[in-house]
């Protein structure tokens, strides 16, 4: 654990998430907001809010907490298994489960439930075994595990090159007048917000294709199909082009449709087989709570 103090020897009036980083560029103005919550940053000794505007001779105690070891570890849970054999894994998770542990979700993620039922593929790290792709804690849907080092040279080599069948469906805001569309926009880190992807014109080539399934006046359910495969890739150009996805915390407007998080579903997943060649295609119906909504959306 570090503790840093400092004096505020400026009258000028700005935040303390804003001047801190300023003092200490080593750290951003996400971490020091994430501190300030914690209660690791005091300001004359009191806690106080990222918004707290400094004043002239302000005492500012800064603790950087030592950081937290992350282990994949095996755990025994119910994991829905739609395909496997001695090379992959084709899993359905949950909304809500993180695929891999990270600081903040150290347990009961994909991960240390796959850890428990096989042995997985190493060449990923030791945090993300086995793991090709990812989808994010509040989407569901279909992922493909690679049991060993070869099955995950074979499924990364078709993710890199496009060979792989990605579709997803999606209940997004608004009624769209095209039955269907490609966003093509390139996606990186928010410059407003770096807790968020944007569309960014430095950012990395994406490209995602939309067709309409049913219109439901103040929402659509679309089907979408991943040409690339950037963070929060969808719900970033759904939000580009006006049609935010409805649940979404971090992307769509407050007032949606009330669910687990976003309502976004990898429907299907196609990849060749890394040891036959053979196609394979999977597809998982939608959670309970998504066939509920689209069902009531139907009846309105």
Not at 1 to 7: A, D, F, G, Q, R
Not at 72 to 89: G, N, Q
Request: aromatic share 4%; with cysteine; charged share 25%.
């Amino acid at each position: 654990m570090e503790t840093i103090n400092l004096t505020i020897t400026d009258s000028a009036k700005q935040r303390l998430d804003k001047i801190i980083p300023e003092q200490l560029p080593n750290i951003s103005r996400s971490q020091v907001q994430k501190l300030i919550e914690n209660g690791n940053i005091l300001v004359n000794d009191k806690k106080t809010v990222s918004r707290y505007k400094v004043r002239l001779n302000d005492q500012i105690k800064v603790t950087i907490p030592d950081p937290v070891t992350v282990e994949a570890t095996p755990e025994e849970m119910s994991l829905d298994i739609v395909y496997e054999d001695d090379d992959v894994i084709v899993v359905n998770k949950p909304q809500g489960m993180v695929v891999h542990p990270a600081p903040g979700h150290e347990h009961g993620t994909l991960v240390n439930g796959l850890l428990a039922h096989s042995p997985l593929a190493t060449v990923n790290g030791e945090l993300r075994p086995g793991i090709v792709h990812r989808i994010d804690k509040d989407t569901s849907g279909l992922l493909m595990v690679a049991k060993n080092d070869m099955a995950m040279k074979s499924l990364s080599g078709q993710l890199k090159a496009k060979k792989n069948e990605r579709k997803y469906w999606a209940i997004v805001h608004g009624n769209i007048k095209e039955n269907s569309g490609r966003v093509d926009a390139p996606i990186g880190r928010s410059k407003v917000d770096r807790k968020k992807m944007a569309v960014v014109a430095d950012g990395r080539p994406a490209v995602t294709h939309f067709k309409v399934l049913k219109r439901f006046g103040d929402y659509t359910l679309i089907e979408c199909q991943l040409e690339t495969g950037r963070t929060h890739q969808i719900r970033v150009h759904l939000k580009y082009i006006g049609h935010p996805v409805a649940g979404d915390p971090l992307y769509g407007p407050k007032k949606t449709l009330k669910g687990n998080g976003q309502f976004l579903h990898a429907k299907t997943l196609g990849f060749d087989h890394p040891r036959t060649g053979e196609a394979m295609v999977f597809d998982v119906p939608v959670p309970p709570i998504f066939q509920r909504t689209l069902e009531n959306l139907d009846k309105k």
